[in-house]
T-cell receptor
Framework: AQTVTQSQPEMSVQEAETVTLSCTYD???????LFWYKQPPSRQMILVIR??????QNATENRFSVNFQKAAKSFSLKISDSQLGDAAMYFC????????????FGTGTRLQVTL | SQTIHQWPATLVQPVGSPLSLECTVE??????LYWYRQAAGRGLQLLFY??????ISSEVPQNLSASRPQDRQFILSSKKLLLSDSGFYLC????????????????FGDGTRLSIL
């Protein structure tokens, strides 16, 4: 079974600084997808960024980028120029191919952004 | 554009009472549909998913059931709620496999906070 581990329950970053959230996963599959979701206090789940395992290039979305290390099964999220609105729970998620898109989530990292 | 509606937003129910949470999707057809539960301070646990009308797969044994009476409607139910059913329930949809890029993410509703007294 696939598992997703987020070893940092809480992180803190100063406004305008950069922070990296860690995620590791365990799978025997060679083709799969990885996602980072953000859950602000409103509890909505918002997709932040996605990565296809077959792509070597790290995904980037504006201030958000990932460091995808397939051999190490690591998928960290880097947030640059942090903003107050980035404060939220961040969840790493894994999905196999061909399984009705079921997501396996990590337990989340709570990110605080300070002035 | 596609939207997903989930209601009610908040629900307080006594132990032993029935439950019905509804989720509908607009702007797409033949979606995959999902129900997740998020316990306080925890990640999301997949409860059910559906790839079509009347097709329900259960991920974990529990006191809950799901139904999909229409293509874009997904209902989470219980005949008798337990205290352990408290939590935050999220409905989600995604493009069905084979009908779009296979890296399609899931899109979530606003959730229902369920408190059992």
């Amino acid at each position: 079974a696939q598992t997703v581990t987020q070893s940092q329950p809480e992180m803190s970053v100063q406004e305008a600084e950069t922070v990296t959230l860690s995620c590791t996963y365990d799978t025997s599959e060679s083709d799969y997808y990885l996602f980072w979701y953000k859950q602000p206090p409103s509890r909505q789940m918002i997709l932040v960024i996605r990565q296809e395992a077959y792509k070597q290039q790290n995904a980037t979305e504006n201030r958000f980028s990932v460091n995808f290390q397939k051999a190490a099964k690591s998928f960290s999220l880097k947030i640059s120029d942090s903003q107050l609105g980035d404060a939220a729970m961040y969840f790493c998620a894994y999905r196999r191919t061909g399984t009705a898109s079921k997501l396996t989530f990590g337990t989340g990292t709570r990110l605080q952004v300070t002035l | 554009s596609q939207t997903i509606h989930q209601w009610p937003a908040t629900l307080v129910q006594p132990v032993g009472s029935p439950l019905s949470l509804e989720c509908t999707v607009e702007g797409t057809s033949n979606p995959n549909l999902y129900w997740y539960r998020q316990a306080a301070g925890r990640g999301l646990q997949l409860l059910f998913y559906s790839v079509g009308i009347g097709q329900i797969s259960s991920e974990v044994p529990q006191n809950l059931s799901a139904s999909r009476p229409q293509d874009r409607q997904f209902i989470l139910s219980s005949k008798k709620l337990l205290l352990s059913d408290s939590g935050f329930y999220l409905c989600a949809w995604s493009v069905r496999q084979g009908k779009g890029p296979s890296n399609q993410p899931q899109h979530f509703g606003d959730g229902t906070r369920l408190s059992i007294l």
